[in-house]
């Protein structure tokens, strides 16, 4: 399960995309900051060694947030339970808003990018990994071998978007698929800048750490986001 | 041929997504134009018809601007030959440069939405439309049936960027893949703010219309961008 994925043991070195997304963040010494689908809390407690003066870590787990919170020491770092749905935030509260890999299992998700951007203090930052739309497209997501041997990565209903069940980790995992122009207009109408969107692949050094990162130059798993308000 | 498309014939309401792109277009009245690789000369026509006081087209095509010349009168628009890797264009002289389906074509790319932000007026609009990186990805491009009949378009090397053959209308078309992603950063780079970024589908009355584009909704040809100096 999820539990033992690289990220979740390793935390935030275990997860290839880490270093691209790190370089979005910027200098935290005595800011406020909001993770949004906060999971174990690997990067409230990242942020805090960097020096945010307070971290709030959202998630919709009971378990994950138990989990973090036995590893969380001091007050600085607090956790809340919320569906990301529903969620609301202070005005003006915060520096940024962090979310990895969470906002593709959002379904109602015109609201978000708003209540991100009303809470941040203008000048604030946006910085958020989703799932690739070329990963959750697909109505049979799956690597095929073409007539030469070559995998392909075979792409229907991009452009329908929409819930997607799969079967990664567990049955029935539902996932919303969204194009990446739908979360650039998303991003626009809600006021916010765009400063950096990368369809993130692996350098030749990680590949030759991790062969199997080879696969993501053929079809991207992740895509980065930063936005100012 | 190329001059055979019910773009070339009819004009830009022979495109499907030329509605889409025309959205973006600001108002016209008294202002100058640059369009690049402006073909037949259809754009720069509409442009003026649309108010524009000065056009000009740009062509790396020498039988293009020859037929965009012929259906073209008045002296309000003008027609220059030149390779847009190579292209110059004087500072701050326009309110609105823009591209239809030219830009994957141009295989030195990286300084020409510098060059046309340096030409471009502040406050003025950089507007264009590419192939979709999800149509220029493959290797091998084409639909393949699945095991279930169903139309897939399997996709590899999407973050492979570079130089594609095809034998789309001629054999031996070379194209120049480039993600989402890449097409963004270099507007940023260049100092752009982006206000519109569309991986197009056709409307439903489109496709009762032309029943062939609902293939658009699988897997999209056009992206539309948007972006303000």
Redesign the interface.
């Known amino acids: 399960g999820y539990s033992g994925l690289p990220r979740s043991v390793d935390g935030l070195e275990g997860a290839p995309e880490w270093a691209s997304l790190r370089a979005l963040i910027p200098p935290l010494g005595g800011k406020s900051v909001v993770d949004l689908g906060c999971g174990f809390g690997w990067f409230c407690r990242w942020a805090r060694g960097e020096g945010a003066a307070k971290v709030l870590g959202v998630d919709v787990s009971h378990n994950m947030l138990e989990r973090a919170r036995q590893q969380t020491h001091g007050g600085a770092i607090r956790y809340v339970r919320a569906d990301l749905e529903e969620l609301s935030l202070p005005k003006e509260s915060c520096d940024l808003v962090y979310s990895s890999l969470a906002f593709h299992y959002v379904a109602g998700f015109e609201r978000l990018f708003s209540v991100a951007y009303s809470a941040l203090r203008p000048g604030g930052c946006l910085v958020f990994s989703a799932e690739h739309p ?1 990963l959750t497209a ?3 997501p799956g690597w ?1 071998t ?1 007539a ?1 041997g ?11 978007e929409g819930a997607r069940v799969t079967n990664w980790l567990a049955p029935g995992v539902v996932k919303q698929h969204r ?3 739908t979360y ?2 998303l991003l ?1 109408e809600a006021g916010f ?7 993130w ?1 692996p350098s030749d050094a990680q590949i030759e750490a991790n062969p199997a990162l080879a696969q ?5 798993t992740f ?1 980065l986001f930063a936005a100012r308000r």
């Open positions: 070329l697909p109505s049979r095929v073409d030469e070559r995998p392909t990565w075979p792409v229907d209903d991009y452009l329908v194009t990446i122009g650039t207009r626009l800048a765009l400063t950096h969107l990368e369809e692949g993501e130059r053929q079809r991207p895509m």
